[in-house]
């Protein structure tokens, strides 16, 4: 069974920088795609970004593009997502996903997703 255990989430202002990492269980973290999705109270959950599993290939949304960054250690098990520039509309529980594949690639839809992690809040204020 794979577990996703997310930390790092907090309380910042406008413009400032929080990194959220992800622990992820398993032996074969490195044929793990993942990524960051994040829901905001009243809204759908929504794709931040992800990885594939050598890192070579990243996604983001349009939202966060230029701003936030996705990297993983596969060494360590984890995947991070430094968040720079942040905006109140960043605001939202960050939860973290994870899907085996067998090739170099990443999902964007959360329903590609099968291991999620319990979400660590992000909140930043104006």
């Known amino acids: 069974q794979v577990q996703l255990i997310e930390s790092g989430g907090g309380s910042v202002q406008a413009g400032g920088s929080l990194r959220v990492s992800c622990a992820v269980s398993?032996?074969?973290?490195?044929?793990?795609?993942t990524g960051w999705f994040r829901q905001a109270p009243g809204k759908e959950r929504e794709f931040v970004a992800a990885v594939s599993p050598s890192a070579g290939r990243t996604g983001y949304a349009d939202s966060v593009k230029g701003r936030f960054t996705i990297s993983r250690d596969n060494a360590k098990n984890t995947v991070y997502l430094q968040m720079n520039s942040l905006k109140p509309e960043d605001t939202a529980v960050y939860y973290c996903?994870?899907?085996?594949?067998?090739?170099?690639?990443?999902?964007?839809?959360?329903?590609?997703?099968?291991?999620w992690g319990q979400g660590t809040q992000v909140t930043v204020s104006s």
């Open positions: 398993g032996r074969t973290f490195s044929s793990y795609a």
């Open positions: 996903a994870a899907v085996r594949v067998y090739s170099d690639f990443y999902y964007v839809t959360k329903t590609s997703y099968n291991y």
